[in-house]
């Protein structure tokens, strides 16, 4: 069947995700393994979202909203948009494939940063576009160079703020000027998976952009902050117009019911997650400090996750923490041979980490 | 951003779902709705699927497995197959649209039975492909006619067995008849969402054909017998090389731990289900009965629904049995004006149904 399939599948690499706890502790024989290569949280759900699970459990034999009714109406109330201005998706990564095939086909491009999240260039490559990569600056968009690649053959750009892997974000100046200008019928794709992690005052407000811009998507995701990742929900939010061309290509059931119960927990639940972030906050400084002292260099980072510079090759410093069973994203496969990219843990989990990372280097 | 949309989105009616008991609720201000319009197990999750719910709840922190593997192991195992032969989805339907994905461009061409399972339609003509469909004959597949309608441009063939809305079947003459002399680079993608209700014993053994053809996908879910509908899982069975092709457009993470947890507790659940199955063969025969009595015509179904045949328009009645309480699928939007189709409930929700449809008839 290779031979009629259609020949852009054959093009890319599949993605290849950090490795899962259990298979690192089946393959390595070790008993305690802990995972900081996929930038998720590293609590298990709060006990009020543990609750809302349970009580939808009692529904799953009935197909879910197709519409994600409730918790379209508490996240159009709490963002102060209408509730016809969001689509939800099985992950945000979802959205980005949903737009990618409403626009993108054989021969079009798309203009992306370099190293960026490898799914916007996956998705791409597969649907037949050509891509327009312009390398970071110093690790941060080249805003200008991307404006500057957008061709008439431009269907999507895609701006990941935070980005990942860089953890590097876009400013309300850096996205005004970018769009200065832009042609109004390019797709320009905000994927916000880090917002809630977010501190710097002057991040871009993306939702306001919405009400003067028909070609902006801004989404988000219950996978990281909100620790929801093996549920799958992400949602997305645009003009109407554009919602109703990505909602007639979704499946009609798209996200599943204990998802929805589970995010609309979490939005909520806001003292639980109030108290995340302080945590994450205290982390991530500790962090910074110790690897100050352990002399690695590191990109200040606005997501809960980390790039750290290695002077050994990333692959073999990966490895060796792995038998350690610590398992990191080793950014070769990035192209970066000497960084990794490490979530920030529990206290404990980070500890361990910084132990380690001081007997292997 | 229409204009810069494919064109082949706006070529589609959206699918329109079976409304949802709660949407029903808010709408009509009723107390007690039942729902028999999606084919969905009119029973709650078994404890044992509850329990491996709860347990599973502390890892959605993390990402799922991506590639399912205690199911796939499971699954591998119990149907004598390796588990490279497997692929997950979220939801059958998901498979649906991957298989599309892989093999259907613009121009290309689908062959499929009038009516059936909506997806397939949608999902070929949002791709641009051209839909031969081929009427069906007293409610059974015209396979000698789909045949002959298989053209050089024709890239996949939808044989849903049984299939929805018609609720009959192929036999093990029916598709090898079918197979003999036919193109080995066409895919036949038989979907057999149904596959656990069926006891005739003359229904094809789909899974021994994978053995010599290479151009065969076998899908099945967890949404109906199961009862996993809210939770979205289903799952496709081929050689190995048309699952590496359709896995490596699949999102690394489309199906969710939760599903992934309660499908396991289901196969494990013999019991249950074996109670399930006798209790649905019951109830079938009961509503066979009544039916007749109230003087319907019906299509005799191996599934867990029935198509109804109605005097008065399957519109108004539908509306009738709606104001009560009863949400059934009106026909009309497969263009059948006089037929409902009604799922099999409990046996209290059958009564309601049928002493509704003395009422209003």
């Given amino acids: 069947m290779k031979k009629v399939a259609k020949k852009t599948i054959f093009s890319v690499k599949p993605y290849l995700p950090g490795k899962p706890i259990e298979e690192v502790k089946r393959e390595l024989g070790l008993k305690n393994v802990i995972k900081l290569a996929s930038n998720e949280n590293p609590f298990p759900p709060s006990p009020k979202v543990c609750e809302a699970i349970k009580r939808a459990t009692q529904i799953i034999n009935r197909y879910p909203q197709g519409d994600c009714y409730y918790l379209r109406e508490a996240l159009a109330k709490r963002l102060k948009l209408d509730s016809n201005q969001f689509i939800f998706g099985n992950g945000s990564d979802e959205l980005i494939v949903l737009a990618v095939k409403a626009f993108v086909g054989e ?10 999240f490898l799914i916007y260039d996956i998705a791409s490559r597969i649907a037949g576009a050509k891509i327009k990569e312009v390398p970071l600056q110093g690790f941060h968009y080249d805003l200008k160079k991307m404006k500057a690649a957008v061709s008439s053959k431009t ?6 703020n935070p980005d990942n892997p860089a953890g590097t974000y876009l400013s309300e100046v850096d996205v005004q000027n970018f769009l200065k200008g832009l042609r109004k019928d390019v797709l320009v794709f905000i994927d916000e998976a ?34 929801l990742a093996g549920l799958r929900i992400g ?7 554009l919602i109703d061309i990505l909602d007639r290509i979704r499946e009609p059931f798209n996200v599943n019911s204990l998802a929805q119960a589970a995010a609309l927990a979490c939005l909520k639940d806001k003292a639980h997650f109030k108290a995340v972030l302080k945590d994450y906050i205290e982390q991530k400084q500790t962090l910074y400090k110790a690897l100050t002292k352990l002399s690695f260099e590191y990109e200040e980072s606005f997501t809960n996750f980390i790039l750290i510079k290695t002077k050994q090759k990333a692959a073999d410093i990966s490895k060796l923490l792995l038998k350690k069973g610590i398992i990191v994203r080793d950014m070769s496969v990035w192209g970066m041979n000497h960084y990794i990219r490490v979530t920030i843990g529990t206290k404990q989990e980070n500890k361990k980490l910084l132990n380690a990372l001081e007997d292997v280097t």
């Fill in 155 to 160: 269907k999507i750009v895609f701006l990941g």
């Fill in 194 to 227: 880090y917002f809630e992690f977010v501190t710097a005052k002057d991040y871009v407000n993306s939702l306001a952009l919405l009400k003067t811009h028909k070609n902006i998507i801004v989404t988000r995701t219950f996978s990281k902050m909100y620790g």
């Fill in 107 to 116: 021969g079009d491009e798309v203009v992306l940063a370099k190293p960026s």
């Fill in 235 to 241: 949602y997305g939010m645009a003009n109407k117009e």
